[in-house]
Each structure stands twice: as structure tokens, then as C-alpha cells.
């Protein structure tokens, strides 16, 4: 156990710049959004200071709008695509211009509530916590325009699932007439048959061209998006994040920022029921531009989870994990292995991330579903043991997929073996 907690910190180290990581050298040269707040928990338990380094740093560059970028690119690097230039968000430290999942207040809480430097932690976590709830804010009056309950994506980049099935025929609505001619980056770094396809990639430039084109104005990007999906994974990671800092801001003392962040909770838990579909036994993704749910078994209706949803709803979600296990050897695959769109290495459409896994299991065990928990917890080590610290893997012969030597594989590693 030991010598894997080593290699997993030797892997953050390698990653580490200083004051933020890069998810992994070459693919992705920057700090990324959702990756630094994962592997923050993975710094503290060897280094708080720098794990709440990682997070200022991220929060530095929240825009004033409250919303955090999904990339900083500190440093120029001509090894990714797209760069600072196709953005154009016209930042002095260039950023893009959406979001990602807003895993940071569920990570602070943690890091926090785990602290042994306890005044380090109240002193950060105290300056961290109005910027959070500010991020959080910028989500229900932005990306749920008409009061809701749940946000949407407009790109798919924000979920973090890029390639996901459930984006399929939303995506088919997003033009590519006009995108400019680009070269992509990523398919010099890691197989192509792993990665999203060229289709894909134009209409992830063509929607980043579109808002571009609108000054990356948040009051309008929502409604001119042709892609707006209400994805249930995406806001139970905000849900979750929401209810932890309204424990962490009762601590400290931050009564106000507590009862809007539990206000913002509750609203959403109620209304993400509306995406549970008896027939699959999971919750599913809504198209809003249509108004539909989309018939897609994918694992964001799995990492629901996440969020205190209600206990025999998470018995139901773990029933159905049951179900998926029963068609590959390792959970939980990114998509359900007997739909016709799985494709066991590309990606988001099959392959297994130990950081969904975390989440998955995390809620799964505080709702009671321990015996699920745990054999995921033993898959994500099974699957490093054979794989090393990979960005995926194959949900049927653990093949190690996309960037190898990955920071937040690692963090996770180093959670799960704490
Ligand atoms: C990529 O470039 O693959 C990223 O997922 C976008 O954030």
C-alpha cells in the first residue's frame, strides 16, 4: 500500500507547477478546473498548504461575473488545442470562457473538516468560502434562467464527459458551417480511437466561435446556445457542493452564505426527481431546447449519487450498478455496456474515470450503500494495480487509455488508500 501511495504522490509531484498542477504533461499543459479541486484531496493528505495552494489558485482567476474558467492557461504552450487565441476571452491571464463541474466547495469541506493545521484551514477556507458561494450563485442565475432548480451545459466540454452519448443528438443540432480550420492537438499526444472524433471537434469549435462571437456575455450565452442539456451528474456535483458549504459556512460562522447554499440545495434535489426514469432505473440527462429527457444510460445519471438524494433512490442507483456489472468486468463504465453506442476505449463512452468512481461511491457510502461503495473503491485499485495511474480505463480488460502519469488518478488513489 505504501509503495503505491508513493508512486501516486511521485506522479502529483511530477504535475505539480508550483502553485497549481497540470492534469498531465503533453495532453494537457494547464491548470484545468475540476481536476485541481480533485486533486487537492489528494495534496492534503501529504501537503495542506499546497493543496489549498491548488485552489486559491484556480479561484484567482474567477471572473467577476462569479464564474470560474474550466482552463487557465498560465504558460504558452503550442501543444493544445484550443489555445488562448480561438477563446479570445481577452483576460491578462488567459482563460476560457465556460465552466466545469463545481467540485471545489465539496473539496474544501473536506479539506477542511480533515485539517491538522486547523487555523491554516479556518484562514483559507474562510476566504475561499464567499467565492465559492459566488460561483455557485453565478450557476442558478446564468444557467437556469427560468428558475428551475437545475442548471444546464451549453458546451460539452462544462460536464467534463466531452464525448458522452448523451450529447448525441443534441450535438446534431449545432452546426459546423463556418469554423475555422484547426489542427488538433490532442490526437498527437494519445490514440485517436480513444478520443472524440473530428465531427465532434468541429462542433465543439463551432459552439466556442459562437460565444465568442457574443463577448462572452453570460446574461446571453444560455439562450443563444443551441446546446442547453441538464445533465443530472453535472448538478449533483453542484448540489453536493452547495450543501457542503452550507455546513462549512455554518462553522464558520457565515450564517447568510448557509441558508442560501442549503435554499440552492434543497430547490435542486427536489427538482432533479424530474430526471429518474423507472424504466432504466437511473436518472437521466434533459434536452432543454427541446424539452425531453434524453433516453441515454450513461454514468451521469449514475454519479447522481453524489448528492444527498434520497436514500432509496440511491439504493435504486446501486441496484442499477449491480445491473452494469453484470456486462464487464470493472465498474463503473461510462456507459451502459450492453447500449449500442458503448465503445469500451473512446473515452466518455465506456471507459471508467476514477474520479466519477470516487463520487459515485463517496455518495453510494454516505447514504448507506456500503457494500457497493467498497467494491468500487477495490475496482479503481484493481484497475491501477494493472493499469498504473492512467486518465481511463477499459471497463472490460482494463487497458490504461488517454494520458498516462495523471494527477487526479493519483489524488484519487491516495484517497481511496486513507
Ligand atoms: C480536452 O481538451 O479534451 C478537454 O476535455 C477540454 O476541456
Not at 275 to 286: E, M, T, V
Not at 375 to 400: K, M, Q, S, V
Request: hydrophobic share 40%; aromatic share 12%; charged share 20%.
Amino acid at each position: 500500500t505504501q509503495q503505491i501511495i508513493d508512486q501516486a504522490k511521485a506522479v502529483m509531484r511530477k504535475n505539480d507547477h508550483g502553485t497549481y498542477t497540470v492534469p498531465t504533461h503533453g495532453l494537457y499543459p494547464f491548470q484545468w478546473n475540476w481536476d485541481s479541486a480533485l486533486s487537492a484531496l489528494g495534496f492534503a493528505h501529504f501537503d495542506e498548504a499546497r493543496a489549498w495552494t491548488e485552489i486559491e489558485t484556480l479561484f484567482a482567476h474567477q471572473w467577476d461575473d462569479g464564474m470560474v474558467p474550466h482552463i487557465i492557461f498560465h504558460k504558452h504552450d503550442d501543444g493544445y488545442f484550443p489555445g488562448p487565441e480561438v477563446w479570445g476571452t481577452g483576460r491578462e491571464v488567459p482563460t476560457s470562457g465556460i465552466t466545469q463541474p463545481p467540485v471545489a466547495g465539496f473539496a474544501v469541506r473536506r479539506i477542511f473538516d480533515r485539517a491538522r493545521d486547523k487555523e491554516l484551514a479556518a484562514a483559507k477556507a474562510r476566504t475561499l468560502l464567499p467565492l465559492i458561494h459566488a460561483w455557485h450563485q453565478w450557476f442558478f442565475s446564468n444557467r437556469d434562467p427560468k428558475g428551475t432548480g437545475l442548471v444546464a451545459i451549453i458546451h460539452p466540454w462544462e460536464s467534463g464527459r466531452d464525448n458522452s452519448v448523451d450529447w448525441d443528438t443534441a450535438f446534431e443540432r449545432v452546426p459546423t458551417d463556418g469554423v475555422q480550420p484547426f489542427t488538433r492537438r490532442d490526437t498527437s499526444h494519445a490514440n485517436p480511437a480513444h478520443r472524440p472524433t473530428d465531427e465532434q471537434y468541429k462542433r465543439y469549435i463551432w459552439l466556442v466561435e459562437k460565444f465568442r462571437s457574443l463577448g462572452w456575455d453570460n446574461s446571453k450565452l444560455h439562450d443563444a446556445s443551441p446546446f442547453q442539456i441538464v445533465d443530472p451528474g453535472f448538478n449533483a456535483i453542484l448540489i453536493r457542493s452547495c450543501s457542503d458549504l452550507a455546513v462549512l459556512a455554518e462553522t464558520l460562522g457565515e450564517t447568510e452564505i448557509a441558508a442560501q447554499s442549503q435554499a440552492m440545495a434543497d430547490k435542486a434535489i427536489e427538482a432533479i426527481e424530474t430526471l429518474w426514469s423507472d424504466a432504466r432505473g437511473q436518472y437521466l440527462c434533459f434536452d432543454r431546447s427541446v424539452g425531453a429527457l434524453v433516453d441515454s444510460p450513461s454514468i451521469g445519471g449514475i454519479l447522481a449519487a453524489f448528492a444527498p438524494i434520497p436514500k432509496a433512490r440511491a439504493k435504486a442507483v446501486s441496484d442499477r450498478i449491480e445491473v452494469l456489472a453484470a456486462s464487464c468486468n470493472f465498474l463503473v463504465p461510462s456507459h451502459d455496456p450492453t447500449a449500442p453506442e458503448f465503445d469500451a476505449l473512446r473515452y466518455w463512452r465506456g471507459p471508467i474515470w476514477l474520479i466519477v468512481n470516487y463520487m459515485i461511491a463517496d455518495g453510494l457510502e454516505c447514504a448507506g450503500q456500503t457494500a457497493m461503495a467498497d467494491r468500487i473503491n477495490r475496482d479503481c485499485l484493481r484497475l491501477i494495480e494493472l493499469g498504473g495511474f492512467a486518465e481511463y480505463y477499459g471497463p472490460i480488460n482494463a487497458e490504461p487509455c488517454g494520458g498516462d502519469a495523471f494527477t487526479w488518478t493519483a489524488a484519487m488513489v491516495i484517497e481511496i488508500l486513507n
